[in-house]
């Protein structure tokens, strides 16, 4: 009787365990049937299509740069910021332009009456008369000079042509005075009266113009008001050149040399446009106020989207490039813990291919996998697909 409930008690064991071992097994095989559920080829419409925005763009090879991310601004190259003074003191006329106005060089900004200018007018009549008075005197002397020499010995002495040889020297460098005066007063017109900020339009009439083609940053006087010699009265900004600045600490920095690459886009605009520049210089100390390395990229012929002021967000190049295939960053999704890319088969069918990310950064990937040179994936519009993946492994649960 002991032996049989024996024999009862362990085939009953064994019946447990076999019984336990297919429910464990019908449970993974569940699992694993929905982990690879999603692995088939996947319909889009082209009128779905094109209400998910979907973006088809072709693999090729290319190579990613890690790179420092910051914060960077939009400063204007110090030395193109233009201060424009009066040359004399007087009346302003007319202001001819505002805050933020494009300029061409040569235009009128503001025109005033320059009293200064009627100063030197009459220093110049003056001088004029002045010169006048003694080259005439200077034929004069030359006249009684020559006179005397034909009469030397008879009716004039040697002492007295010795002495109107001296009175025409005297009155020979009173005409070379008079002379450079006048020559320092054409000077002062056309060099402090008339230079590449201003110019004389007639008598006392000036304009202050503009040295180069720019955007008028400020504007100092009002009309009716009375102004002074060397008054800073417009300031201009050449934007053809742009500086771009971040500060970043010293340990992002000592990967950074001039010549890198760097990559700009507006702040928060993940789809803004993205502008490339070289790194100009890398400051040798950093800020004690702040402890932050300033970096600075010199963009020339920057788009007109650019002002100073702006913030930007900031990519710069580091180390080594990694080459392979290049995806855009928006073409990969994440499925079961896989990184994986929608490739097309032809205008409606796509397939997911899992793959593996070598390096990244904010737009592109490269990846390695079952992936060829040419090969047309889902960029934009990708989630589209991977919520299809995912209910796709859903049902199949």
Request: glycine fraction near 8%; hydrophobic fraction near 45%.
């Amino acid at each position: 009787m002991i032996r049989c409930l024996a024999s009862m008690r362990s085939r009953t064991l064994a019946v447990s365990v076999v019984l336990t071992g297919l429910a464990a097994s019908s449970c993974l095989g569940g699992t694993a049937q929905a982990a690879e559920a999603w692995r088939h080829v996947f319909t889009l419409p082209e009128e779905a299509q094109r209400n998910e925005h979907v973006m088809i763009v072709s693999l090729s090879q290319g190579e990613v740069f890690p790179s420092v991310q910051a914060m960077a601004r939009v400063d204007a190259d110090t030395s193109r910021v233009i201060d424009i003074h009066a040359a004399g003191a007087g009346k302003v006329m007319a202001v001819h332009v505002t805050p933020g106005q494009p300029v061409k060089r040569g235009e009128a900004l503001i025109s005033y009456t320059d009293h200064s200018l009627h100063e030197l007018q009459l220093q110049r009549e003056q001088v004029d008369a002045a010169l006048a008075s003694a080259r005439a005197g200077e034929a004069e002397a030359t006249m009684l000079y020559r006179r005397g020499a034909a009469l030397v010995g008879s009716a004039v002495s040697r002492g007295e042509l010795e002495r109107r040889r001296m009175v025409l020297e005297q009155q020979r460098g009173l005409v070379k005075a008079r002379e450079a005066d006048l020559a320092t007063l054409e000077h002062r017109q056309t060099e402090e009266f008339t230079s590449v900020t201003e110019r004389i339009v007639q008598d006392e009439a000036s304009d202050l113009i503009s040295p180069v083609d720019g955007v008028v940053q400020a504007v100092r006087t009002s009309v009716a008001a009375d102004i002074n010699a060397g008054d800073n009265l417009v300031t201009v900004v050449d934007l053809s050149r742009l500086w771009l600045s971040a500060d970043l600490s010293p340990e992002d920095a000592a990967g950074l040399a001039p010549g890198g690459k760097a990559r700009f886009r507006p702040a928060s605009q993940e789809k803004g446009r993205v502008i490339e520049a070289r790194i100009t210089t890398v400051a040798g100390l950093a800020d004690p106020a702040t402890g932050l390395v300033r970096v600075v990229c010199t963009l020339d012929h920057p788009p007109s989207s650019l002002r100073p002021g702006m913030m930007l967000d900031a990519a710069f190049q580091t180390g080594e490039g990694t080459q392979g295939l290049r995806v855009p960053v928006a073409a990969l999704q994440q499925i079961d813990g896989e990184d994986v890319v929608f490739v097309q088969q032809d205008v409606t069918h796509f397939m997911p291919v899992s793959v593996q990310v070598r390096a990244r950064d904010d737009e592109q990937a490269i990846v390695s996998g079952a992936l060829h040179d040419g090969d047309r994936l889902v960029g934009e519009g990708s989630f589209t697909l991977k919520s299809m993946a995912l209910l796709s492994s859903m049902t199949a649960d």
